[in-house]
């Protein structure tokens, strides 16, 4: 500034030359700031320097006459201060929040398969891999980085793991505040959680709840958002890799185990192996039974979360209409593999559970899989835990 308005600035302070300017110039400034949040992230436990930095924020851009607009960008929303935020006068646009610049916080939808048309590259395995951040009803973003990644690179792969939060990702799962774990498991199952974002402080170490850690998460991108029904949610494949590698290095090992058996389960699914089948469904089962053992919707998450491999070949729906009813699971074929229909009983005779499947007319929702559609009825004793599984393909 003393370089630009060596005539001008006869002050030594910041705030006092920006106002020289101004008052000679009579024009007005704008300010951009890019990684506002670095301190909060980069010295995340300084809370002096913290405040120091938000002091000097506030007093250089708060209610200057010098200032015609300020564009900030970062991770996290605004810090707040106390119960107020010490700068209250932005309109803040963040993972909660993304109204009106929703189609800006990604790549959207048709501009992916714009992309995708241009370079060759598979639509589909692009949304499944990095779609799912559903900012509005009518919009859904997928991860800018890990696109253009994909298409630079021609291949579909975890590019999260090469971000600097990624090391912080096990820190929060394992801090384990209410549950936290369990709603982990849950999610990795395709489950929605509720999640109440109104106490977040808004840094990375100030936690008092699993709210914050998931609210948290929401704007580091590891989790997706549902503004309308307030849940939190893993929005696809590559973040899903991403907790998996997560817990598998931590202390989770019932779950990493359960899902490690995942291709096993497939591969028994699709050998008709009805022995194996029960066997590593009722270990998941056990291994995970702290969620809650004798309900079915739990039960469904938990045989969801047995079957995490088939996510590469599978779109996995939970309570699919049918015609007289619900299937529990149903796996829907990405590739040329069969699709597979589960049934979950308790304390019913294994029967039951194919003769509902038929009964209710299951399998005439997939009529064009009806010469490659296995069925898989589950049951279970509430005493025993003693698991059995019989399958047929039609």
Known sequence: ????????????????????VYAYTKNKFIFIIDEWDCIFREFKEDKTAQETYLDFL??????????????????????KYGTHSALNMFDEISMTQSKPLANYMGFTEEEVSNLCRKHNVDYQKMKDWYDGYHMTDTTSTFSPRSVVAAISKHDFSNYW?????????KIYIDLNFDGLKDNIIQMMAGKEIYIDTSSFENDMSTFRSKDDVLTLLIHLGYLGYNQKDQTCYIPNKEVSDSFFTSIKNSNW????????????????????????????IEQAHLETSHIQYNDENALSYTIDLAYYAARDHYTVIRE?????GFADLAFIPKTDKPAILVELKWNQDINTAITQIKEKKYPSVLEKYKDNLILVGITYDKKTRKHICKIERL
Not at 58 to 78: A, F, H, Q, V
Not at 253 to 279: C, G, H, P, W, Y
């Open 253 to 280: 090992d019932a779950t990493t185990k359960a899902i490690q058996n995942s291709r096993n389960l497939l591969d028994a699914t699709f050998n008709m192996n009805e022995t194996k089948v029960a066997d590593y």
């Open 1 to 20: 500034l003393k370089f630009e308005f060596k005539d001008v600035i006869t002050e030594t302070e910041i705030i006092d030359a920006f106002n020289e």
């Open 161 to 169: 793991t090469k971000t600097e939060s990624f090391e912080a990702l």
């Open 320 to 324: 699919l209409p049918t015609g007289k």
């Open 58 to 79: 506030r007093s250089l851009l708060k209610d200057k006459n010098y200032i015609e607009m300020c564009y900030m960008t970062g991770i996290l929303p605004i810090k």
